[in-house]
């Protein structure tokens, strides 16, 4: 059973941090391009970050540039994204999902996806 599970959403204070985690289970994520996505409520989904398999080179959305960091902890079968400096706009369901392929329209090709971890900014 292939299976991704995201954690570590919450409610934050504008300017506050959160790490998201997805845990994978069936399958070896260091295999794999991993991608986060979002969606906030009456908006379409889009790409928030992409981390390839093998080099750790990363793509970024530009409302998070500068702001979110895509990593991986490949001996505990997981990905991250540490989100600081959130700001309202942030607040959306998060997503991670194995990628087909790793350029620049990554998000355009999820495969796998988790069930989603809300993430609240707000004061």
């Known amino acids: 059973q292939v299976q991704l599970v995201e954690s570590g959403g919450g409610l934050v204070q504008p300017g506050g941090s959160l790490r998201l985690s997805c845990a994978a289970s069936?399958?070896?994520?260091?295999?794999?391009?991993i991608g986060w996505f979002r969606q906030a409520p009456g908006k379409e989904r889009e790409g928030v970050s992409c981390i390839s398999s093998r080099d750790g080179n990363t793509y970024y959305a530009d409302s998070v540039k500068g702001r979110f960091t895509i990593s991986r902890d490949n001996p505990k079968n997981t990905v991250y994204l540490q989100m600081n400096s959130l700001k309202p706009e942030d607040t959306a369901v998060y997503y991670c999902?194995?990628?087909?392929?790793?350029?620049?329209?990554?998000?355009?090709?999820?495969?796998?996806w988790g069930q989603g971890t809300l993430v609240t900014v707000s004061s």
């Open positions: 999902a194995t990628v087909g392929r790793f350029r620049r329209d990554w998000m355009r090709y999820p495969e796998v």
């Open positions: 069936g399958f070896t994520l260091d295999r794999y391009v």
